[in-house]
């Protein structure tokens, strides 16, 4: 638990190092993310600006723009594949939600799991298309979802702080706008180079 809040501590450092660049970026992202088909490319293109932030002297704008650019197509394929995945999720816990007995409540429980499971591999996919050579989505899924299970109570506490990040934005309503994303951004990609450290990648 205390990696994930250094993680979560060291993507805050970085957004008040470089707010001038993250806050307007995150206006941009949020407005490119209203058609939601290409909201994990405007997620994408704030994980470039957080990586140059974390791994370069400086970032800038233009990197989120050649991020988003970049991800729009393996984004769309992302958005599609999220409406789907938590389509059954949330068909299946419904249909569990109301039986009772041991089954049923493990049937719900792995279909939960398998949404935080989602929503981690989600977080550490950008991340890590950054740190490839060569960026791959089949290649990117494959390693976010090894870094999920290989790291399940990192990945489910990481997942735990954005969920109430994201819960938090949603009842104040502007830190969506101004700088919510931002900071998922950085620590997604926090959390994805300590992991890769821990591991013995970098």
């Excluded at 970026?25 to 957080?50: D, K």
């Excluded at 068909?91 to 279909?111: E, H």
């Amino acid at each position: 638990m205390a990696a994930v809040f250094r993680s979560f501590w060291r993507g805050l450092r970085f957004f008040e190092k470089f707010n001038g660049v993250f806050v307007p970026a995150n206006i941009v992202a949020m407005l490119c993310a209203l058609p939601l088909i290409t909201a994990p490319a405007a997620y994408a293109g704030m994980c470039r600006v957080a990586n140059a932030a974390q791994t370069t002297p400086t970032c800038h704008i233009d990197d989120y723009w050649s991020g988003f650019r970049a991800s729009l197509g393996r984004g769309a394929i992302i958005a599609l594949l999220t409406v789907g995945v938590f389509f059954l999720i949330i068909v299946n816990i419904n249909t569990y939600w109301l039986q009772t007995g041991a089954l049923f409540i493990a049937l719900r429980l792995v279909w939960l799991t398998g949404a935080i499971f989602w929503i981690s591999v989600l977080l550490y996919l950008f991340p890590l298309l950054e740190r490839m050579e060569q960026p791959d989505l089949l290649a990117g899924l494959k390693n976010a979802a090894l870094m999920t299970v290989t790291n399940p109570f990192y990945s489910l506490a990481f997942v735990g702080l954005v969920i109430l990040v994201a819960a938090l934005s949603t009842v104040l309503v502007v830190p969506w706008g101004l700088l919510t994303l931002a900071v998922i951004a950085n620590a997604a990609t926090a959390a994805v180079e300590n992991r890769l450290r821990q591991a013995g990648v970098i």
